[in-house]
C-alpha cells in the first residue's frame, strides 16, 4: 500500500494494515494517530519511538501470532504471509537442529524463539539460537523485544510503500 493511501484511510482500515507487524495495541494505536505522515522516514521514525518502550508483556501478546522458527505459518493472513517470506529454507539436518533448539529454549525460557530471520540463513539462524541459549533470562528478554523491533520495522516497510512522487524512500533502522 502507498503511504498517500495508507494516510486516508479510516482508523480500523489503518491499524489493520500495520497490525501483522507487530500486534501490540499501544505500538499500532500510536502510529495510526500519527498519519497523516509527509514521508516515508516520518512513519518509521514514529513507528520506532513508539517501540522504544515495549515491555515483556508486548513481547509476549505479539508472540502469541508468531510461529516457530522454523515452521512455516499456516493460514492466509497478512501475519502468516509474511512470516513464510520472511523464514529460509533449512536442509534436514539443519531444521532437526532447529527444531531441537526451539525445543531447549521454550523449556529454558518459556517462550517461543524469535528472531529477524530476514536476510539470514538458516545456519546463522541455528548459530544465533545456539548463542543465545547460554543467555541470563533478563538478557535474553531484552534481545528478543529488539528482535521484535527489527522484525516489525522491516514488516512495516514492506507494508507501506513511499509511493510514486513521495519523499523519503529511505529506511530507517531500528
Known amino acids: 500500500m502507498d503511504l498517500a493511501t495508507f494516510n486516508v484511510l479510516p482508523p480500523a482500515q489503518a491499524a489493520a494494515v500495520i497490525r501483522p507487524c507487530a500486534d501490540i495495541d499501544a505500538w ?15 512513519l518509521l521514525l514514529r513507528a520506532v519511538r513508539a ?13 502469541a501470532h508468531h510461529p516457530r522458527i522454523g515452521e512455516r505459518a499456516g493460514g492466509a ?12 529454507t533449512a536442509d534436514e539436518v539443519t531444521a532437526a537442529a532447529i527444531a531441537a ?11 517461543i524463539f524469535l528472531i529477524r530471520a530476514a536476510g539470514r ?6 548459530a544465533e539460537l545456539t548463542r543465545r541459549l547460554g543467555h541470563a533470562p533478563e538478557t535474553e ?15 512495516l516497510e514492506s507494508a507501506v510503500e513511499a509511493g510514486v512522487g513521495s ?8
Open 28 to 42: 499500532v494505536d500510536d502510529v495510526v494517530a500519527g498519519r497523516p505522515y509527509p514521508c516515508r522516514d516520518t
Open 51 to 63: 517501540a522504544a518502550d515495549w515491555t515483556v508483556a508486548d513481547l509476549d501478546a505479539a508472540l
Open 77 to 88: 493472513t497478512a501475519e502468516a504471509a509474511m512470516s513464510r517470506r520472511e523464514q529460509p
Open 101 to 111: 533448539g526451539n525445543a531447549e529454549y521454550e523449556q529454558r525460557f518459556g517462550r
Open 121 to 126: 540463513t538458516a545456519p546463522e539462524i541455528l
Open 141 to 155: 528478554e531484552l534481545v528478543t523485544v529488539e528482535q521484535l523491533r527489527q522484525i516489525a520495522l522491516l514488516r
Open 167 to 174: 519523499a523519503g524512500q529511505g529506511t530507517v533502522g531500528a
